[in-house]
């Protein structure tokens, strides 16, 4: 029942040429699974009023449901958007109950229709809320049969093939690993014998990405149907799960890594990452745009320049076992190569002898790179690089001879591969070395490709920038596009029409025009919806802005002023915290300045970056006194209910990094397209992190806490006003002075 590439290359031809539909069947005919149904443009409509009313299936069926009248109006909108084929943009504030508004009328609709929806999260935390809470709820209540499944990438799931072979010892010796890794690495051992998925998520530990990138499925080193485990790969099985499904839950990057494939190929290809589907809702929608431009991204480092190279030949050692594909390749192929003279034997030993010449010319290209730009400081360093600079200036001159140097070898050594496959190619058919070393060959030209586009600067909708680590072992060369707009325009929208964008924050400045502009909606083809929040804001949250804090601007005074009010407000509220920065160097100025007093009080402290966020906030919920100081994950999809988070602390306005270079990019292309950057661009950003900030306090509707705000920007720049239009209560926002907010607050 599972459809191979020739089937799914069919099927697709048919049905777009004929509309045919293509099914297959078992040999007792009685199973059946259809790869391509007949395309029906008069679908159903659907009504999910009976679910939502006040006397509704929702309020009679599940014990303490609560009518909600904003809950029923976005799920009405979405339904409305769904049976006219149209997009729908919603705000739907905390507390509104928006996964089931968008969970019934998509699940109805496509029960109805027997079509597929994609449900693509940015966050972890509802993912697991919308498989282990909203789904099986939706389920109880709609009679009507359907099956859902999670999705994720490839590299969750164990691969057997490399497990066994680290399992036998034959890629690599653990001792070349530190204490911690060789733990990590004996405990999977144990673990990938008892397994029944494979995914990583059943680790009990935080696995280090060099450790599970030993045992890890990867397209790249797939030997499909040559693999000798393809019966037992954990990956094939969750694909025709996937395939099955109705209702597929997917994260942002699942669903744009897709996306950037059906760029490439055909938006309508049946199997890609993610099976076709139908409707597509993006929940915590304004994270899309910072997504899909990563995706969309070319990329290439030092780092992986190296580890690829390893991956193709790497000398024998007393510390490491051989694991190349080239070695695997001499030590499988057939004897009737290695008895006489010939092309095979003269190329494996020109490209062992020519790969550790190319490792020292790719060395001293990226080395050359991290002298010209590196600074004194140890903080990383992110630049953007243009065109004139890198190609005119006599100040790299050195630099370029070493990147035509660099690029030339790689091209002679790709055809050094090329020219070695081609003589083995006969092979593949009984040899999955073969067809091992032939994706070696391809991850290769995909390096070359992408060293080119970057180095050539020549697509003026990219912006091109460097990143070196601040312990200076890498260094990243990265081109990203400017503006997503057409890209998604052409790949997504004018393919699929039902799409819902849901989030609590969308709206910039009151309206979604930021948001759609950002994204390249038509206005005529959306549906907007704002629906507040039933939270009762003016008694659950005072607002306090202190007029007499030292301006921002000023990093050493506001550093010390920003510490000693900080404490002032954590003594009388006995903590129960968050304390959120825009900046580790902040974060550090005044953790370091006020974290022993804290303790000494018998405060609990927490730091951003000390364990795994997921496991903060668990410890976070169950400690006395709480306090967590927190940097950018921390503003966003971190739900903590009830009197342990009672107070937040934003040090910042959280504006964009100005010397960044994709915001200067995108700054600079805005003026001079005419726009104001600061307005169009930086200040709607700054205040959706905003929005999202101050909504880590009220979670439910007997939550009651503060909100402090220690910038002065907000009332004594003119672009105050907006962030404080944008707070959800406008009745209780308190301006004194600091020592008057000490004695005010509860």
Known sequence: MYPNDLELELSEELFNRRNIAYCLLSSDLDDFYFIQDIDRTNLEKIDIEDYFSEDGILVNEIKGFEHRHEQEEMAKNIQNAINDNRKIIVEAGTGTGKTLAYLIPAIKWAITNKKKVIIATNTINLQEQLLLKDIPLAKSVIKDEFTYALVKGRSNYLCKRLFTELSLGKSIDI??????????????????????????????????PDVWELVQSTTELCLGKKCPFRKECFYMKTRMKKMEADILISNHHVFFSDLNVRAETDFDSEYLILPRYDMVIFDEAHNIESVARSYFSVEVSKISFTRLLHRIYQKKSKKKKEKSALTRVEETIDE?????????????????????????????????????????????????????????????????????????????????????????????????????????????????????????????????WLDINSKRTNVVLTATPLNIAQKLSLVLFENLNRLVFASATIMANGNFEYFKKSLGLDEAECIECFIESPFDYEHQMSVYIPTDIQDSENLNAFVTDASKFILDILKKTKGKAFILFTSYTMLNQIYYSVVNKLKNSNFEIFLHGEKPRSQLIKEFKEAKNPVLFGTTSFWEGVDVQGE????????????????????????????????????DFQLPEAIIKFKQGVGRLIRKKTDRGNIFILDSRIIKKRYGSAFIKALPSQKNIKILEKDDIIKEIE
Do not use: C
Not at 191 to 204: Q, S, V, Y
Not at 364 to 379: Q, V
Not at 392 to 409: G, I, P, Y
């Open 175 to 208: 001792e070349s690993f530190s204490v911690e890794a060789r733990e990590q690495i004996e405990y999977i051992l144990k673990w990938g014998n008892k397994i029944k998925t494979g995914d990583k998520a059943e680790l009990p530990f935080e696995v280090y």
């Open 644 to 679: 342990n988070l009672s107070n937040v602390i934003i040090t910042k306005l959280p504006f964009l990094v100005p010397t960044d270079p994709i915001v200067s990019a995108i700054s600079k292309k805005i003026e001079e397209d005419g726009g104001n950057s600061f307005s």
């Open 336 to 464: 009737k190569y290695l008895e006489k003279p010939g092309d095979y034997l003269e190329l494996l030993k020109t490209m062992k002898s020519e790969i550790y010449s190319l490792q020292t010319i790719g060395d001293e290209y990226f080395d050359e790179i991290r002298k010209m730009f590196e600074t004194n400081t140890e903080a990383p360093i992110r630049k953007s690089l243009n065109n004139f600079e890198m190609t005119k200036s006599n100040f790299l001159e050195n630099l370029r001879d070493k990147k035509e140097f660099f690029q030339a070898k790689l091209t002679e050594f790709l055809n050094l591969m090329m020219a070695f496959n081609n003589v083995i190619d006969e092979e593949k058919d009984k040899n999955p070395e073969v067809i091992n070393f032939n994706n070696h060959l391809k991850i290769f030209k995909k390096y070359i490709d992408s060293f080119k586009f970057i180095n050539n600067f020549s697509d003026a909708d990219y912006v091109y």
